[in-house]
């Protein structure tokens, strides 16, 4: 291991660079500038992959997995301790990086790297967990299931957490013998890439192991598609998990699909309206509201309804937007002007079918106003789909059953919010709606290195993030194996 520099990250060596079997090289698909999304000023220029530099990766990773699948397990226990020494040792440069690329406030900043550090603390205790079983064979022999490695796992990551959504896949895959190949979003190289690459080089990860391969679809179709990479761990789109889902089955390989949201916090009549409008501004707007588990659909007693969306959007009022990086604000930018102009053409659509506009609804650059739509028509695009920016649709019910199918009639199933003084009936109603997360009295936004995650539905193919079994499961093949004193006689 080298010593642990002061500066993690030095634009002179990564500049126009991906990074291949351990060197920082010029890519085949040339290079990109990372935009600040608050200024649009360039704050750096990343290298991008080509397809061949897919295949010279996945090459050389399946060289290097094999040894590094063959170290003793105190050896890659160390290297990830190390990694989670170091995200807490640079953790004021990745937020820094953090801020400005993806545009997050500096407290959720933060909150990643911290997740990202226990994510390796996690993950350091995989290689000395016990790996298989010993079974039961009618035959006089030995006979038990092992966990191995896949081999070369792919990793494909969004641009709104890049932290948390790569290294949840990168550190438990390493851990467990595997190397990676890891493609992050275009417009967030840096944070979701190049800070996991140095950060594995300073802890002593040989190489080969980590390689990152910037790039848009067409990256990571090719990863996809390389026969040499057996697992692939996906987070973004419910449209792209969809096309990587059946890429995946043609070449008969796992995908662990993470995908949209569109999250319903049900406010029942026994709660109280302030802190219940507490949880949502947290649940609905932290990180401009683009998070897969952020509320989308509030739905709330009608006895509660009329001073609900009075609080939520005087709460939506008084919050500030503007630069991360330069002034204390609750929401920075969304990521770019596709996205901002999609959340105002549906929120014009919804106000034109009728809801109320009860705050925001306009925005000045990437800087869209925290909004809240009152009672929109239940087939407007805001309501139905995934918005993954600052704006929430609330709307009224009165009986559970009522509440039960609302939450129910979307496609997704990622996380529910129920509010309530009756916790167990808060249960009650939980197990009639399809989700692969529940939180009751707390909003939907919540991630722990040790909890599985993951949703149902169109949400993705459920919970292969989060704790010792559901990582072993994602990143491991299980392998029969016997073994006889003397070999027997067959019969023929
Ligand atoms: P996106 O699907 O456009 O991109 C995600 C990643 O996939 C990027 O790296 C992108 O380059 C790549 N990609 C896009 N098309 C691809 C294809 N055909 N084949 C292979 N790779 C492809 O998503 P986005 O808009 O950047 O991110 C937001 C989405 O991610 C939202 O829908 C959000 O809910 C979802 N998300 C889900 C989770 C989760 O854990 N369930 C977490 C965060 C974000």
Redesign the pocket.
């Known amino acids: 291991m080298t010593a642990p520099q002061d500066k993690l990250l030095d634009p002179a060596a990564f500049t126009g660079r991906i990074h291949l079997d351990g060197q920082w090289v010029e890519g085949a698909g040339g290079t990109l500038d990372s935009i600040e999304p608050a200024t649009g000023e360039v704050l750096a220029t990343v290298g991008l992959a080509g397809p061949a530099d897919v295949t010279r990766a996945a090459e050389s990773a399946e060289r290097a997995q094999q040894e590094w699948a063959a170290l003793p397990h105190p050896q890659r226990a160390a290297v990830l301790r190390r990694a989670g020494q170091l995200w807490e040792q640079h953790a004021e440069e990745v937020i820094g990086w953090n801020v400005r690329e993806v545009g997050s406030i500096p407290p959720f900043a933060g909150f990643a790297v911290h997740v990202t550090a226990e994510e390796c603390f996690e993950a350091a205790a995989l290689p000395s967990h016990p790996l298989g079983q010993v079974l039961a064979s009618a035959e006089p022999r030995l006979s038990y299931a092992q966990r191995v490695p896949v081999g070369v796992v792919g990793v494909?990551?969004?641009?709104?957490?890049p932290l948390i959504?790569g290294i949840r896949a990168v550190a438990p895959a390493l851990a467990l013998g595997n190397a990676v190949l890891l493609?992050?979003?275009?417009r967030t190289v840096v944070t979701g890439g190049i800070t996991m690459v140095r950060i594995f080089e300073e802890a002593g990860l040989p190489a080969g192991l980590l390689q990152l391969l910037p790039g848009?679809?067409d990256i990571?179709?090719a990863m996809?598609e390389d026969p040499r990479v057996r697992v692939i761990a996906?987070?973004?789109?419910?449209?792209?998990g969809r096309?990587?889902g059946e890429s995946a089955g043609r070449h008969l390989k796992r995908a662990h699909l993470?995908?949209?949201?569109n999250s319903a916090f049900i406010v029942r009549p026994d709660a109280d309206v302030e802190p219940a409008v507490n949880l949502a501004t947290w649940g609905n707007y932290l990180n401009q509201g683009q998070i897969?588990m952020s509320i989308g659909r509030h739905i709330v007693h009608e006895s509660l309804f009329d001073e609900y969306v009075t609080k939520l959007a005087a709460k939506a009022e008084s919050m500030v937007v503007g630069n991360p990086a330069t002034g204390q604000v609750h929401l920075g930018p969304v990521i770019d002007a596709t996205q901002r102009d999609r959340i105002h053409a549906w929120v014009q659509e919804a106000v034109e079918q009728g809801a109320g506009l009860a705050a925001g609804g306009t925005y000045e650059d990437l800087f869209y106003r925290p909004t809240v739509l009152a009672n929109p028509d239940r087939d407007a695009t805001i309501f139905r789909e995934?918005v993954?920016g600052p704006v929430v649709s609330v709307i009224p019910y009165a009986t559970d059953s009522e509440a039960a199918s609302l939450a129910a009639d979307t496609p997704y199933g990622?996380s529910l919010g129920i509010v309530t003084a009756d916790a167990l009936a808060g249960l009650e109603l939980a197990q009639r709606i399809p989700t692969g997360i529940v939180h009751i009295n707390d909003q939907t936004v919540n991630d722990e290195a040790t909890a599985p995650?993951g949703?149902v539905r169109t949400?993705?193919t459920g919970s292969r993030h989060g704790g010792a079994e559901a990582s072993i499961e994602a990143f491991t093949e299980t392998r029969w194996i016997t073994l006889r004193r003397e070999p027997p006689q067959y019969p023929l």
């Open positions: 494909i990551s969004p641009f709104n957490v959504l493609k992050p979003d275009p848009g679809a990571g179709t996809v996906f987070t973004g789109s419910t449209r792209a096309s990587v993470e995908l949209g949201g897969c995934e993954f990622l995650f949703g949400s993705g």
